[in-house]
Protein backbone atom coordinates (compact mmCIF):
# COMPACT_ATOMS: atom_id res chain seq x y z
CA UNK A 1 0.00 0.00 0.00
CA UNK A 2 1.58 3.06 -0.88
CA UNK A 3 -0.36 5.84 1.46
CA UNK A 4 -3.35 7.60 1.11
CA UNK A 5 -3.67 9.44 -2.71
CA UNK A 6 -5.65 12.28 -3.68
CA UNK A 7 -6.47 13.88 -7.24
CA UNK A 8 -5.94 16.30 -8.22
CA UNK A 9 -3.34 17.34 -6.58
CA UNK A 10 -3.89 21.13 -8.07
CA UNK A 11 -7.44 22.39 -9.07
CA UNK A 12 -7.66 25.98 -10.59
CA UNK A 13 -11.05 27.02 -11.55
CA UNK A 14 -13.45 30.04 -11.92
CA UNK A 15 -15.40 31.60 -9.28
CA UNK A 16 -18.83 30.13 -9.22
CA UNK A 17 -18.06 26.65 -10.57
CA UNK A 18 -17.86 23.21 -8.81
CA UNK A 19 -15.09 20.71 -8.54
CA UNK A 20 -14.73 17.56 -6.63
CA UNK A 21 -11.90 15.77 -5.16
CA UNK A 22 -11.28 12.51 -4.51
CA UNK A 23 -9.31 10.99 -1.80
CA UNK A 24 -8.12 6.96 -1.43
CA UNK A 25 -7.32 6.00 2.11
CA UNK A 26 -4.71 3.75 3.10
CA UNK A 27 -6.53 -0.06 2.46
CA UNK A 28 -8.76 -0.84 5.52
CA UNK A 29 -8.59 2.13 7.19
CA UNK A 30 -11.75 2.99 8.40
CA UNK A 31 -11.93 6.34 9.47
CA UNK A 32 -11.10 9.02 6.78
CA UNK A 33 -11.01 12.59 7.48
CA UNK A 34 -10.87 16.08 5.34
CA UNK A 35 -8.84 18.86 6.03
CA UNK A 36 -8.65 22.68 4.61
CA UNK A 37 -5.44 24.46 5.16
CA UNK A 38 -4.40 27.83 4.35
CA UNK A 39 -1.46 29.65 3.88
CA UNK A 40 0.75 30.01 7.30
CA UNK A 41 -1.99 27.63 9.26
CA UNK A 42 -2.18 24.41 10.54
CA UNK A 43 -5.18 22.04 8.63
CA UNK A 44 -8.57 22.88 10.51
CA UNK A 45 -10.81 19.94 10.51
CA UNK A 46 -14.03 19.56 8.20
CA UNK A 47 -15.83 16.67 8.12
CA UNK A 48 -15.21 13.34 8.90
CA UNK A 49 -16.10 9.31 8.03
CA UNK A 50 -16.24 5.99 9.63
CA UNK A 51 -17.03 3.65 6.98
CA UNK A 52 -19.86 4.98 5.11
CA UNK A 53 -21.20 7.35 7.65
CA UNK A 54 -20.76 11.00 7.96
CA UNK A 55 -20.11 11.26 12.13
CA UNK A 56 -19.17 14.87 11.87
CA UNK A 57 -18.86 18.08 10.28
CA UNK A 58 -17.34 21.18 11.25
CA UNK A 59 -19.34 25.04 11.16
CA UNK A 60 -16.50 25.76 8.76
CA UNK A 61 -17.98 23.25 6.24
CA UNK A 62 -20.61 25.93 4.80
CA UNK A 63 -23.79 24.07 3.19
CA UNK A 64 -21.92 24.32 -0.74
CA UNK A 65 -19.59 21.72 0.55
CA UNK A 66 -20.55 18.22 0.73
CA UNK A 67 -19.07 14.90 1.51
CA UNK A 68 -19.11 11.42 0.89
CA UNK A 69 -17.73 8.12 1.21
CA UNK A 70 -20.87 5.80 -0.41
CA UNK A 71 -18.86 2.42 0.09
CA UNK A 72 -16.58 3.25 3.17
CA UNK A 73 -13.63 3.38 1.02
CA UNK A 74 -12.72 6.01 -1.02
CA UNK A 75 -13.99 9.49 -0.64
CA UNK A 76 -15.07 13.14 -2.34
CA UNK A 77 -15.61 16.26 -1.44
CA UNK A 78 -17.18 18.60 -3.66
CA UNK A 79 -17.65 22.39 -3.76
CA UNK A 80 -20.82 24.05 -5.14
CA UNK A 81 -20.22 27.93 -6.43
CA UNK A 82 -17.08 28.13 -5.20
CA UNK A 83 -16.03 31.13 -4.26
CA UNK A 84 -12.28 33.03 -3.68
CA UNK A 85 -12.64 32.00 -0.05
CA UNK A 86 -12.52 28.04 -0.93
CA UNK A 87 -8.58 28.82 -2.71
CA UNK A 88 -6.92 26.77 -0.05
CA UNK A 89 -5.14 23.20 -0.14
CA UNK A 90 -7.65 20.26 0.79
CA UNK A 91 -5.94 17.30 2.75
CA UNK A 92 -7.38 14.04 3.60
CA UNK A 93 -5.97 11.58 6.25
CA UNK A 94 -7.40 8.02 7.10
CA UNK A 95 -6.65 6.06 10.13
CA UNK A 96 -7.48 2.01 11.41
CA UNK A 97 -8.71 3.42 14.67
CA UNK A 98 -10.24 5.89 16.64
CA UNK A 99 -9.23 9.92 17.22
CA UNK A 100 -6.11 8.87 19.10
CA UNK A 101 -4.49 6.92 16.48
CA UNK A 102 -2.28 8.06 14.43
CA UNK A 103 -3.64 10.01 10.79
CA UNK A 104 -1.96 9.32 7.69
CA UNK A 105 -2.32 12.53 5.33
CA UNK A 106 -2.04 12.81 1.62
CA UNK A 107 -0.66 14.93 -0.32
CA UNK A 108 -3.44 17.58 -0.57
CA UNK A 109 -5.49 18.76 -3.22
CA UNK A 110 -4.57 22.52 -3.79
CA UNK A 111 -7.53 24.48 -4.85
CA UNK A 112 -7.35 28.57 -6.01
CA UNK A 113 -10.14 30.18 -7.24
CA UNK A 114 -10.03 32.88 -9.78
CA UNK B 1 -13.53 26.14 22.18
CA UNK B 2 -10.51 23.72 21.83
CA UNK B 3 -7.45 25.45 21.03
CA UNK B 4 -3.29 24.86 20.73
CA UNK B 5 -1.09 27.65 20.68
CA UNK B 6 2.55 27.29 19.05
CA UNK B 7 5.82 29.07 19.80
CA UNK B 8 7.77 30.27 17.91
CA UNK B 9 6.42 30.89 14.31
CA UNK B 10 9.36 30.84 12.60
CA UNK B 11 12.97 29.25 14.20
CA UNK B 12 16.16 29.33 12.30
CA UNK B 13 19.66 27.49 14.08
CA UNK B 14 22.81 26.71 12.89
CA UNK B 15 23.20 23.02 11.36
CA UNK B 16 24.32 21.00 14.68
CA UNK B 17 22.83 23.07 17.34
CA UNK B 18 19.11 22.22 18.69
CA UNK B 19 15.69 23.20 18.22
CA UNK B 20 13.02 23.82 20.42
CA UNK B 21 9.36 24.27 19.41
CA UNK B 22 6.30 24.81 22.34
CA UNK B 23 2.59 24.14 22.46
CA UNK B 24 -0.46 24.54 24.68
CA UNK B 25 -3.22 23.12 24.24
CA UNK B 26 -6.93 24.13 25.60
CA UNK B 27 -8.50 20.93 26.24
CA UNK B 28 -7.79 19.15 29.21
CA UNK B 29 -9.88 16.11 28.16
CA UNK B 30 -7.14 15.76 25.07
CA UNK B 31 -4.82 12.71 25.62
CA UNK B 32 -3.19 12.29 22.39
CA UNK B 33 -0.53 14.57 20.96
CA UNK B 34 0.63 14.22 17.59
CA UNK B 35 3.40 16.23 15.87
CA UNK B 36 4.01 16.25 11.90
CA UNK B 37 6.25 18.03 9.41
CA UNK B 38 5.38 19.32 6.79
CA UNK B 39 7.27 19.82 3.52
CA UNK B 40 6.75 22.27 1.04
CA UNK B 41 3.69 21.14 -1.17
CA UNK B 42 3.64 18.04 0.35
CA UNK B 43 0.93 16.64 3.29
CA UNK B 44 1.96 16.31 6.78
CA UNK B 45 3.83 13.15 8.01
CA UNK B 46 4.09 12.14 11.86
CA UNK B 47 7.14 12.36 13.11
CA UNK B 48 6.46 10.90 16.78
CA UNK B 49 3.63 11.19 18.91
CA UNK B 50 3.13 10.98 22.83
CA UNK B 51 -0.18 10.22 25.17
CA UNK B 52 -1.51 11.30 28.28
CA UNK B 53 -0.03 8.46 30.17
CA UNK B 54 3.53 8.85 29.30
CA UNK B 55 5.79 12.32 30.36
CA UNK B 56 8.65 12.20 27.80
CA UNK B 57 9.57 10.08 24.32
CA UNK B 58 12.13 9.54 22.17
CA UNK B 59 13.33 8.78 19.31
CA UNK B 60 16.47 9.20 17.68
CA UNK B 61 17.24 12.84 17.18
CA UNK B 62 13.55 13.78 17.98
CA UNK B 63 12.21 13.88 22.01
CA UNK B 64 8.91 15.59 22.92
CA UNK B 65 7.20 15.93 27.01
CA UNK B 66 4.21 16.15 28.03
CA UNK B 67 3.13 18.49 31.30
CA UNK B 68 -0.77 17.61 31.25
CA UNK B 69 -0.73 19.42 34.41
CA UNK B 70 0.22 22.87 32.57
CA UNK B 71 -1.29 21.35 29.29
CA UNK B 72 2.17 22.09 28.04
CA UNK B 73 4.27 19.75 25.61
CA UNK B 74 7.23 20.30 23.02
CA UNK B 75 9.57 19.06 20.45
CA UNK B 76 13.20 18.93 20.85
CA UNK B 77 15.18 18.31 17.62
CA UNK B 78 18.86 17.76 18.60
CA UNK B 79 21.74 17.53 16.33
CA UNK B 80 19.59 19.55 13.02
CA UNK B 81 20.58 18.68 9.96
CA UNK B 82 19.32 20.65 6.81
CA UNK B 83 17.11 18.21 5.49
CA UNK B 84 15.20 19.19 9.22
CA UNK B 85 13.92 22.66 7.45
CA UNK B 86 10.30 22.58 7.31
CA UNK B 87 7.05 23.41 8.65
CA UNK B 88 6.03 21.85 12.19
CA UNK B 89 2.83 21.18 13.85
CA UNK B 90 1.78 20.18 17.09
CA UNK B 91 -1.62 18.73 17.79
CA UNK B 92 -3.77 18.18 21.00
CA UNK B 93 -6.70 15.39 20.44
CA UNK B 94 -9.45 13.87 22.37
CA UNK B 95 -12.49 13.67 19.82
CA UNK B 96 -10.91 15.19 17.17
CA UNK B 97 -7.34 16.34 16.60
CA UNK B 98 -6.44 20.14 16.85
CA UNK B 99 -3.28 21.45 15.20
CA UNK B 100 -1.09 24.29 15.89
CA UNK B 101 -0.71 27.44 14.05
CA UNK B 102 3.11 25.71 12.81
CA UNK B 103 6.50 27.00 13.00
CA UNK B 104 8.72 26.80 9.92
CA UNK B 105 12.57 25.68 10.70
CA UNK B 106 15.38 26.42 9.09
CA UNK B 107 18.33 25.01 9.58
CA UNK B 108 21.56 26.97 8.25
CA UNK B 109 24.39 24.69 7.06
Redesign the interface.
Known amino acids: DTG ?1 SQDPRHKITKRGQNVTFRCDPISEHNRL ?1 WYRQTL ?6 LT ?1 FQNEAQL ?1 KSRLLSDRFSAERPKGSFSTLEIQRTEQGDSAMY ?1 C ?1 STGGG ?10 TRLTVL | GENVEQHPSTLSVQEGDSAVIKCTYSDSASNYFPWYKQELGKGPQLIIDIRSNVGEKKDQRIAVTLNKTAKHFSLHITETQPEDSAVYFCAASYDKVIFGPGTSLSVIP
Open positions: VYGQGPEFYELASTDTQYFGPG
